[in-house]
């Protein structure tokens, strides 16, 4: 890794296209600051070998990071055990994550435990008019939707990931 510009995944899990947004929002700073990025869905990435550091995000669901994220976690958690990576959670729907810093939920504390990972921050969410799912319409019809997500705070997020890749070469 170290001498050369590496690879950096930001991969998802998302629902209705909040999480998507953060993650490209996070690797748009990455490449701002020269490093080579994709972002994809966390269900479409087959190999590992072209990364050499990871962000892994999931949108929050009744407690539990989106499937797609956690199944992403499961299945290539030897090969983001060898490599700098980092977690980020999209979830409440109102202004707590601007506030304070909201612990990662059960299951992602104990991924970062056993992966070594480097960090995790919880964003807020976005849940909007035609947002899929019953739950989903449930949150909208008792009118607590909305636009929490902090693109100030995602990006500068972002931008510490960014020194720390620099510094070490990747």
Known sequence: MTGRTGKVLVA???TN?????IAEAV????????LTVEALPARSVTSMSPYDAVVVGGGLYAGRWHKDARRFVRRH???????????????????????????PVPGVRKA???LDANGHV?????????AKGWVAGMILRSGKGGDFRD??????????????LTERGT
């Open 151 to 164: 693109f100030t705070q995602i990006e500068a997020w972002a931008g510490r990931i960014a020194g720390e």
């Open 77 to 103: 958690g030897r090969t983001l055990a060898e490599r700098p990576l980092w977690f980020f959670s999209s979830g409440p729907l109102d202004a707590s994550a601007a506030e304070r810093d909201i612990p």
């Open 122 to 130: 919880t964003f807020g969410g976005c849940l909007e008019e035609g």
């Open 17 to 21: 296209g909040s999480t998507a947004q």
């Open 12 to 14: 998802y899990g998302t």
């Open 27 to 34: 690797a748009d700073v990455l490449r701002k600051d020269g």
């Open 112 to 114: 970062m435990t056993e």
